[in-house]
């Protein structure tokens, strides 16, 4: 698919049973090589806070911070999808709250959708945000923001009443009218079990191969970041000699459906 992607194309695209490619940028150059190698969603975590800024966790991302990588990684994107991750307290605090930072991000860091994390809380402002002209895509299963809440990054929905609580908040999150949805972290077959109830695309990260998409953070991709990568994600860099045919080789193996494997999956 050449031409400019949508969320309404992504939602044809989970229709037509094709599978999304996603990855995380936050600057200008890698942004362009993703984008020209024909990347659909092109996503600035705040993930950033650990890869780029070296933080252990997400949360002493700003909003600022997020605005200035938008901004940078728009600059480079021609095609695909420009998703922004609002950070850690921009949108918890009241609608209203997340509704200004989703507008700054959107207005100074030209995202096309904005990303927050959490289920039955955050119906409502989905809701408010979407109404207001602001695409959303949920974020549910492990959500690094709550990551003290969480006691650590693990698995998210192995019981099964926290596996029905993550159904029942992925289909108010659609009701309220959110175009995409994250799993991260999540059993591959709650993951299918989601995918199959929604009509909006899943996007997982450590969720399975029958999410309509996959993402994955780009420095655990090329096998540059530093400190251990989460089991979930695989470095396309082995055995491949420019980053472009890793980001490539990416593409391919999640249309394909050969990335997740199983050993990428819980
Ligand atoms: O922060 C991030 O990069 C993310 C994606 C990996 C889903 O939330």
């Known amino acids: 698919m050449s031409k400019t992607v949508t969320v309404a194309t992504l939602k044809e695209m989970k229709k037509q049973g094709e599978k999304i490619a996603?990855?995380?940028?936050?600057?200008y150059s890698f942004a362009s090589l993703i984008d020209d190698a024909g990347m659909?969603?092109?996503m600035v975590g705040d993930s950033l806070g650990m890869v780029m800024q070296g933080y252990d966790s997400t949360i002493p991302v700003t909003l600022e911070d997020m605005?200035?990588?938008?901004?940078c990684v728009a600059n480079g994107v021609m095609r695909a999808l420009l998703v922004v991750d609002l950070p850690f307290m921009s949108y918890q605090i009241d609608r209203e709250q997340a509704l200004e930072s989703a507008g700054m991000l959107m207005k100074e860091g030209d995202a096309q959708m904005v990303?927050?994390?959490g289920g039955a809380p955050m119906v409502e402002t989905v809701h408010f945000l979407v109404e207001r002209g602001v695409p959303v895509c949920a974020h549910l299963g492990l959500t690094p923001q709550s990551v003290h809440q969480l006691g650590g990054y693990r698995v998210q929905g192995k019981e099964a009443d926290s596996a029905q609580r993550i159904l029942d908040d992925a289909r108010s999150l659609e009701q309220a009218g959110a175009g995409a949805l994250v799993l991260e972290a999540v059993p591959a077959s709650l993951?299918?079990?989601?995918t199959n109830a929604l009509t909006i695309p899943t996007i997982g990260i450590g969720a399975g191969v029958d999410c309509d998409g996959q993402i994955l953070v780009l420095?655990?991709?090329?096998?540059?970041?530093?400190?251990?990568?989460?089991k979930f994600s695989k470095n396309f860099m082995q055995g491949c000699?420019?980053?472009g045919q890793a980001i490539k080789n990416?593409?391919?193996a999640v249309k394909q459906k050969t990335f997740p494997a199983a050993e990428h999956s819980f």
Do not use: F, V, W
């Open 241 to 243: 000699d420019s980053i």
């Open 40 to 42: 659909d969603l092109i």
């Open 115 to 117: 990303k927050l994390e």
């Open 191 to 194: 993951a299918k079990e989601i």
């Open 22 to 27: 996603c990855l995380t940028a936050y600057d």
């Open 250 to 252: 990416y593409i391919g």
């Open 219 to 230: 420095q655990d991709m090329l096998g540059i970041y530093p400190r251990p990568s989460p």
């Open 67 to 71: 605005a200035y990588h938008s901004r």
